[in-house]
């Protein structure tokens, strides 16, 4: 069974560039989650998205944004670029938001690394 | 807000050694999760927990869920230079399913063949 696929594995861009990452959960999963994983910053909470809705936002600014399709595939999408934005993005997805918790662990993608000069 | 901190925050150990790392809250969690991070790749699930003293295992990983629900341990046996990476507990945040993992800060671990 495929896990889940981030694409594209490395991005170089400029400040003041927009970029968009794209992530497949896992099959059978409908929530998908975005993190950032910055040098010495730990991984930080992007967005949630389940059944094509975003269910929960992390602290970043609203050039953060995303979306999931019907698939349930995601888009993160990044405006105006800052060189604070360089880091490792993973994706993640679990198998929905009701039931045992088990069906909510979280299974992680490889990231996309983002670097912004 | 909800914290979790690990430590220590990195260990050099030799082939063959026992392993320790935990971490703690100040806020209880319902739910532990360590996860292991290797260079260019995404955290892998090594265990989870879900009751209060909780004790699991899988192969030479060994976790438990602390009776206070505010601490966590995890355990590796007879380390092996495959075990080098980066682990990490995790926790939901908040008392209702957010989608939100609040991660620690991460135990690199480097082993000397």
């Known amino acids: 069974e495929a896990g889940v696929t981030q694409s594209p594995t490395h991005l170089i861009k400029t400040r003041g560039q927009q970029v968009t990452l794209r992530c497949s959960p896992i099959s059978g999963h409908t929530s998908v989650y975005w993190y950032q994983q910055a040098l010495g910053l730990g991984l930080q909470f992007l967005l949630w998205y389940d059944e094509g809705e975003e269910r929960n936002r992390g602290n970043f600014p609203p050039r953060f944004s995303g979306r999931q399709f019907p698939n349930y595939s995601s888009e993160l999408n990044v405006n105006a670029l800052e060189l604070e934005d360089s880091a490792l993005y993973l994706c993640?997805?679990?198998?929905?938001?009701?039931?045992?918790?088990?069906?909510?662990?979280?299974?992680f993608g490889a990231g996309t690394r983002l670097s912004v000069l | 807000g909800q914290q979790l901190n690990q430590s220590p925050q990195s260990m050099f150990i030799q082939e063959g050694e026992d392993v320790s790392m935990n971490c703690t809250s100040s806020s209880i969690f319902n739910t532990w999760l360590w996860y292991k991070q290797d260079p260019g790749e995404g955290p892998v699930l090594l265990i989870a927990l879900y009751k209060a003293g909780e004790l699991t295992s899988n192969g030479r990983l060994t976790a438990q869920f602390g009776t206070t629900r505010k601490d966590s341990f995890l355990n590796i046996s007879a380390s092996i230079p495959s075990d080098v990476g980066i682990y990490f507990c995790a926790g939901p945040h908040g008392s209702g399913n957010t989608g939100k993992l609040i991660f620690g800060q991460g135990t690199t671990l480097q082993v000397k063949p």
């Open positions: 993640a997805s679990s198998t929905g938001t009701s039931g045992p918790l088990t069906k909510n662990i979280q299974y």
